[in-house]
Every structure is written in C-alpha cells, then in structure tokens.
C-alpha cells in the first residue's frame, strides 16, 4: 500500500504539469480505446453478471452492474464530452493589488491525489478516472467486487493510453487491496491521499465517514421527494413524477416518498395510481391517502428509507410549508422537486428546501453529471464543503494564491 500510494503521489506532480490540449488529446485516446477494446470489456462484464446471478444480487444492482455496447458507447461518448470542456486547471479565480503594492492571483489547481470507492456501476471507473485526469488529479478507485472483471478491463484500458503517452499507469490505478483491511488502510493515509469520495450504502458512507482522516467528500443516499402542489399542471405533475420513480428505480436520483397538497388529493391520486399500477409499482401510503385509494399503508420505516426499487411512498399534506417539513425530516439533502403553476410557492420551496439540487416542473432523475454538462461525476456530494451536487471538473480543483512583487517588505 505505502509503495503504491507512493507512486501516485508522484503522479500527481506529473499530472499538474500536463497542458489542457494535451490532456484533450489523451482522453479522446482513452474514449478510442474502450470501443476498441468493447469485446473484450463485455466479456469481462458477462462473467460478473455471471456471479451476480449466482450470488442472488438484487436487480437494481444488476442493472447498475450490467454493460452492453450501448452502454459502452455511452461511457465512450462521456469521456468525449469530458476532453470537450474548458480547462479547469489554472484559472485565474480573482485578482487584486494588496495595499503594499503587490499583484495576488486566486488560481485553480488540481486537489491532488483522489480516492474514490463505490459499488457497482463500472462505467464508474472510466468516469472518475477521466475527471480526475482532466482535472490533473491522480484517481484510486475501489470498486465493488461484484464490478472486478469489468473494472479492470476498463481500467486496463486508460492505464495502457496513459502508458502509450509516457505518463505513468498509477495515475488511474484501481486500489491493490481491495478488502475491507484495503479500505480502511486508504482512508488513512492523508500523508498521500488528499481527499476521499465514498459512494454506495448508507454503512459505506457512515464507515469512511466515521474513520477516515483524509477529508470526506459524501456521495450519500438519495432519498428523494417530490411535492405536487395545489397549483400544479396535473398532466404534467404525472408525468414528471411517473419518470421521477420508474425511468430508474435503482439510482440515487429516483424518487422515493411522493407529496401530495391535500386540495387536489381527490383530484390525482386515482390517476397516480393508475399510472403506477401500470408500471407495476408498489405504492404505500399514509392514512389520508389509504382512504382515496386502496393501497398498502405506509410505516414510519418506509418514509425513512431510500428504496432503489419498484415501491413509493406517498403522504398528502396541508400545503407547501408541510412537504418543506417533512422535506426536512427525512431527506438526505439530495435531490427535491415541487410540481407547480405558482411563482410565489415554487420560490418558497426552492428557497426552503435544505438539499443539493432543487427542481421546478422536472424529474429528479436529471441530478447526473452528465445531464448538467459535465460529462460525467466523481459522485453526487450531500456535503455543504466543498463541493455539492454533481461533482465535476470544477469540483475536483481548489485554489492557491500567487503573489508577485517587487522587492515590498512588510514593516
């Protein structure tokens, strides 16, 4: 471990001396590499899909964990789109004379050396790797163990364009120990390790967060809500909130407990239902909307708790200033939405609520980096420091001050 943190601590020297064009170039290489190398990488994905089925894992997580080449071709593009973006490195934040005459310059630099650990998702690998390289940032990446054979075929991927460039292959490396003992070795070694970014379970999270000394950036649940209000568009509250839950039940955008203002209950529950039914989703409610439609009642539990599955909870309450109270309650600062026609509330909510991202008449699934331009993220930060929301380029650099004088001294 030491060794190989050593060596990616020396990455991260020759990565921050990489011009923009150069690093553009290397990752339209790498994006040529995983379509080049696409057989080889959906192989490597049948097997873990293989043992997935062997080990009973869930269908959400398959569905995280599956690959195909239209996937592939997703991941390929997103690294395109990633060499496409401005240089993140080296601009100039602010500047100004100080009083002794001096020039100060506030200029973006890379964090330094990254280690991100997640579960599942192997386009993973290849996202964070190319966000930390753009943002010449050394990447360790700890993948789940369900993802092994996919994870290192990408990853054998990027590490043989970095070689065939000369740049060294611990830039993005995938972390030699990967057990439990690996992780909590990492998670430690701030000598190396300038910041951490855990993105997976709710033990994960609290694991790294609870034991780690090298900074935490927390990709954490995603426990999300939508809130119909009385003022809103009813077609389009449907359909925002059927894409809300079912486009992807298993990512941590999804909706998952659905608020309903109690003056137009009546109106939209049975057709909500309708719709869910249709889609073969669990609804549970609470007692007011038990005594409109006939589902499952929901538990205290249940509003407590990020599904990533078919099943939405659902409460009807007395306005805007309740869903922000419930809001406030139970979510996970990721991702709410309010559905509505009136300026006045839409503004109370967007204002009120205490989360990430906030959403006027969208889908909460759009919280992707990808979706707002990014390319990719390194992880969705529920942090208020540094970074919140999708973490992109930006996100993965900080700042230091270059001061240039002229022989001033203080007195």
């Known amino acids: 471990m030491e060794a190989f943190l050593q060596e990616a601590k020396a990455s991260s020297r020759i990565l921050s001396t990489l011009s923009g064009a150069e690093k553009s ?4 290489a790498m994006a040529q590499g995983l379509r080049d190398a696409r057989s080889a990488i959906l192989e490597a994905n049948a097997e873990d899909m293989r043992l997935a089925e062997e080990n009973n894992l869930t269908s959400a997580l398959k569905d995280r964990l599956f690959l195909d080449e239209k996937r592939v071709e997703g991941v390929a593009v997103a690294i395109e789109q990633i060499a496409a973006l401005k240089e993140p490195v080296g601009r100039v934040l602010d500047g100004w ?76 490396a995938l972390l030699p120990d990967s057990s439990r003992e690996g992780v909590a070795r990492l998670i430690k070694q701030d000598r190396y390790v300038d910041l951490i970014v855990p993105r997976g379970g709710e033990a994960l999270i609290r694991y790294v967060s609870t034991n780690a000394t090298v900074p935490v950036v927390k990709h ?74 006939e589902i499952a009642p929901a538990t205290e539990a249940d509003f407590d708790t990020e599904y990533l599955e078919n099943i939405l909870s659902i409460k009807v309450v007395d306005g805007v200033d309740k869903a922000i109270a419930h809001i406030e309650k139970y979510g996970s600062q990721h991702s709410e939405a309010i559905i509505t026609e ?34 990719a993220e390194v992880g969705i930060s529920t942090n208020k420091l540094h970074a919140r929301g999708p973490m992109g380029v930006n996100e993965l650099t900080t700042y230091k001050y270059k001061i240039y004088g002229h022989g001033e001294t203080r007195a």
């Open 25 to 28: 170039r290397i990752l339209l």
């Open 97 to 172: 004379y100080a009083d002794a005459g001096f020039k100060i310059e506030k200029v973006s630099v890379p964090i330094g050396v990254v280690g991100v650990i997640y579960e599942s998702r192997p386009n993973v690998t290849a996202d964070v790797g190319a966000l930390c390289f753009k943002s010449g940032n050394v990447a360790i990446l700890k993948g789940g163990k369900e993802a092994e054979h996919s994870n290192r075929a990408i990853a054998a991927v990027l590490q043989g364009v970095l070689e065939a460039n000369g740049l060294p292959k611990a830039a993005i």
């Open 220 to 293: 954490d649940k995603g426990l999300c809500h939508t809130y119909i209000d009385e003022d809103a568009d009813m077609q389009k509250a449907l359909n925002v909130v059927l894409n809300a839950k079912c486009r992807r039940t298993g990512i941590c955008g999804a909706m998952e407990t659905l608020l309903v203002d109690s003056c137009v209950a009546e109106e939209i529950l049975p057709k909500l239902k309708e719709a869910y039914d249709a889609q073969g989703t669990e609804l549970r409610g609470c007692e007011r909307t038990c005594s409109i439609i």
């Open 342 to 375: 009136n300026y006045t509330t839409a503004e109370t909510f967007l204002n009120g609520v205490d989360a990430a991202c906030v959403y006027l008449n969208a889908s909460t699934q759009f919280t992707d980096g990808g979706e707002f331009g990014f390319g």
